[in-house]
């Protein structure tokens, strides 16, 4: 029988984006009459009620990117620079879900420097020997972290909808390990993240060369076997291809403090229900009665 804990880690940033962008496509941001915009907050609330259901963990923790600048930036000045600056009605609900998932008994976790995907990558790998990991996010680049006791859902349109990927599961879907998928991700670079990869080498491409060769660097070793518009590519876009590689990786050494008796899960304090109440999260307030989560509140 296994004992071990089931730990969650929520790539915060990737559900609060989401939320957000599914209900103010309509203008429906939910401003509470204190004028407070809270749809990503009750969105990610929603969201992670349902991650708890399904996936029912002993233990939870949510990660944060805190600030926009990472080391990545350091290396170069194009990552993330194409994305536009969040829209206002975004901006008090960075603060306000991290008062509500504190609020709930739960713990927020980020280091400055750091993305939330580096902190999910080092707390997951830290602790894969002394847990079963369920990694939650929007986000395919942490399929990556896919390995032993580590396992990820990726959410899917509407709320409790994922595709989940074991380490086992990844490789027989893509033909490629986890760790593999860096050096994809490295030839075929990433619109979303700023950074181009290879030139004129798109995701096919890639996936093929890294299936054959197995690395970009057994790849390196063999260009004179690949087409020549394929060598010429490579070749003239060299210190891109090095530098993409090192921006694809998640960098799981971040200097994160982390224990597992401060993530346990907790009952829902009354407390919560107070903030929910004078915030006006009326979708909060329904999924709780729905799902019979009142029931878990602990009494006064």
Not at 42 to 56: D, I, K, P
Not at 109 to 123: F, L, N, P
Not at 255 to 271: A, Y
């Amino acid at each position: 029988m296994n004992n071990k804990p089931n730990l969650l880690l929520v790539d915060g940033m990737a559900l609060l984006f989401r939320a957000f962008y599914a209900t103010s496509v309509t203008g429906q941001f939910m401003i509470n009459s204190k004028g407070m915009p809270t749809n990503a907050v009750q969105g990610f609330m929603r969201h992670l009620f349902f991650a708890l259901e399904a996936v029912e963990p002993s233990h939870t923790a949510i990660c944060w990117d805190m600030g926009s600048k990472t080391f990545r930036n350091e290396m170069f000045d194009g990552y993330k620079a194409n994305r536009s600056a969040p829209p206002v009605e975004m901006i008090p609900q960075f603060d306000l879900v991290k008062e509500v998932v504190e609020a709930f008994h739960l713990t927020n976790h980020g280091v400055v420097g750091y993305e939330a995907d580096d902190c999910i990558g080092t707390i997951a790998k830290r602790m894969q020997n002394d847990a079963k990991i369920t990694i939650l996010t929007g986000d395919r680049d942490l399929l990556q972290l896919l390995d032993e006791n580590i396992e990820v859902q990726i959410l899917q349109k509407g709320f409790g909808n994922y595709n989940h990927y074991t380490h086992t599961s990844f490789i027989e879907e893509m033909g490629i390990t986890p760790n593999q998928f860096i050096d994809v991700k490295a030839l075929m670079g990433d619109t979303s993240d700023g950074y181009p990869g290879v030139k004129g080498i798109g995701e096919k491409t890639a996936m093929k060369l890294i299936q054959e060769y197995g690395t970009i660097d057994e790849l390196l070793k063999n260009l004179e076997q690949l087409t020549p518009g394929q060598r010429k590519k490579i070749e003239e876009d060299m210190e891109m291809l090095h530098l993409s590689r090192k921006l694809a990786r998640i960098h799981c050494e971040v200097p994160i403090e982390f224990s597992l008796e401060t993530v346990i899960r907790k009952q829902i304090p009354n407390s919560f229900i107070d903030m929910i109440d004078e915030l006006e999260l009326k979708s909060i307030r329904r999924h709780l009665i729905q799902s019979k989560w009142l029931e878990q509140v602990e009494l006064a």
